[in-house]
T-cell receptor, first 113, second 105 residues
Framework: KAGVTQTPRYLIKTRGQQVTLSCSPISGHRSVSWYQQTPGQGLQFLFEYFSETQRNKGNFPGRFSGRQFSNSRSEMNVSTLELGDSALYLC????????????FGPGTRLTVL | GIQVEQSPPDLILQEGANSTLRCNFSDSVNNLQWFHQNPWGQLINLFYIPSGTKQNGRLSATTVATERYSLLYISSSQTTDSGVYFCGGGFKTIFGAGTRLFVKA
């Protein structure tokens, strides 16, 4: 069974630009969650999508948004990039994050210059 | 919200030694997991352990849900065990700050 995949793996952007990251979950999983990892703040929950609906959201500004498609693939968008958005962005899939095991993808490393 | 504390923050072991990592959480968590983050950043699943005890080779974990803590045991450590270990769970999946483990050959 294929694992969680994320594209692209590396990305360099400049301040003010916007970026879209993609995550394909394990087949059959309906829950996709996104996390940001930085040296200063650690691993932080961004949001979760379940069956195309945002079910939970962390404490991030509205510049961070996402969506989920009918095939459970998810995209995360960050608009008006800031230097502080440089981070490793991880997505995880599960049958249902609240009560089941999550499996993480390899991550997208975003650098904002 | 839930807070998760991990200890120790850093750990250096000689190959072959045993260790115990601890995860305390401020409220009940019904989806606690332990992960190992490899040098490339990927989080590798170790245990999904809301309660009870599980073992997988040289690793085992115990969660005492009523006392809000979980322990990860590493026996006969190997250099490949080096990395950062995270525990996390909860309604919005809160992670601890991690334990950075270095195993010397």
């Amino acid at each position: 069974k294929a694992g969680v995949t994320q594209t692209p793996r590396y990305l360099i952007k400049t301040r003010g630009q916007q970026v879209t990251l993609s995550c394909s979950p394990i087949s059959g999983h309906r829950s996709v969650s996104w996390y940001q990892q930085t040296p200063g703040q650690g691993l932080q929950f961004l949001f979760e999508y379940f069956s195309e609906t945002q079910r939970n959201k962390g404490n991030f500004p509205g510049r961070f948004s996402g969506r989920q498609f009918s095939n459970s693939r998810s995209e995360m968008n960050v608009s008006t990039l800031e230097l502080g958005d440089s981070a490793l962005y991880l997505c995880a899939s599960s049958w249902d994050r609240a009560v089941n095991e999550q499996f993480f993808g390899p991550g997208t490393r975003l650098t904002v210059l | 919200g839930i807070q998760v504390e991990q200890s120790p923050p850093d750990l250096i072991l000689q190959e072959g030694a045993n260790s115990t990592l601890r995860c305390n959480f401020s409220d009940s968590v019904n989806n606690l997991q332990w992960f190992h983050q490899n040098p490339w950043g990927q989080l590798i699943n170790l245990f999904y352990i809301p309660s009870g005890t599980k073992q997988n080779g040289r690793l085992s974990a115990t969660t005492v849900a009523t006392e809000r803590y979980s322990l990860l045991y590493i026996s006969s450590s190997q250099t490949t065990d080096s990395g950062v270990y995270f525990c996390g769970g909860g309604f919005k999946t809160i992670f601890g700050a991690g334990t950075r483990l270095f195993v010397k050959a």
